[in-house]
């Protein structure tokens, strides 16, 4: 299930389901969506990106779906592993110039 | 393994004190950034340099200091720190300044310790 605190919305799975990771975004403009895994210790590490003349695009066991039209981005892990376990988060950049803002991050922990 | 290169990976520091941090790629990229983290937060972003020119600088103060030396090299210079500025620094790059499309890639950062 999925709880929100005072800390990162976390995600618990079950190792072999699939989690679903939702984002939303406010800023109009954007047009270039990222998603990036951050485990502890680490730097982000760059997972799937979307453009937003799609909807969806797949990777190895990962989807990314774009709804423009309500604003919402999400991240479907398949066959979800101990080692997804980590701190997910959106970033979206507008057409113009380098600035990439995030998300406030979704921890997925993944219980054998 | 990451492919940007960021060292010290940890740094102490005295609020009188002035170090450097140390950000390298060697993917050909020509836009590089730096962000700063704060635990259980986003990265938040505070310097992008474009063709080794600065080009966003989100109101840091002062006392930190970027420069480009080539386009490999990115350093941040700190002076003068408060303890509020301890943080996770993370530097990224990405391929080409101001092209759609090209996701930025990060560094595991330093962590940063301001007593």
């Known amino acids: 299930g999925e709880s929100v605190g005072l800390h990162l919305p976390t995600l618990s799975v079950q190792e072999g389901d699939n989690s679903i990771i939702n984002c939303a975004y406010s800023n109009s403009a954007s047009d270039y969506f990222i998603w990036y895994k951050q485990e502890s210790g680490k730097g982000p590490q760059f997972i799937i990106d979307i453009r937003s003349n799609m909807d969806k695009r797949q990777g190895q066991r990962v989807t990314v779906l774009l709804n423009k039209t309500v604003k919402h981005l999400s991240l479907q892990i398949a066959a979800t592993q101990p080692g997804d376990s980590a701190v997910y988060f959106c970033a979206e950049k507008e057409a113009a110039g380098n600035k990439l803002t995030f998300g406030g991050g979704t921890r997925v922990l993944v219980k054998p | 393994d990451t492919e940007v290169t960021q060292t010290p990976k940890h740094l102490v520091m005295g609020m009188t004190n002035k170090k450097s941090l140390k950000c390298e790629q060697h993917?050909?990229?020509?836009?590089m950034y730096w962000y700063k983290q704060k635990a259980k937060k986003p990265p938040e972003l505070m310097f992008v340099y474009s063709y080794e020119k600065l080009s966003i600088n989100e109101s840091v103060p002062s006392r930190f200091s970027p420069e480009c030396p080539n386009s490999s090299l990115l350093n941040l210079h700190l002076h003068a720190l408060q303890p509020e500025d301890s943080a996770l620094y993370l530097c990224a790059s990405s391929l080409t300044p101001g092209t759609q499309g090209q996701p930025q890639h990060f560094g595991d950062g330093t962590r940063l310790s301001i007593l």
């Open positions: 993917m050909g990229h020509r836009a």
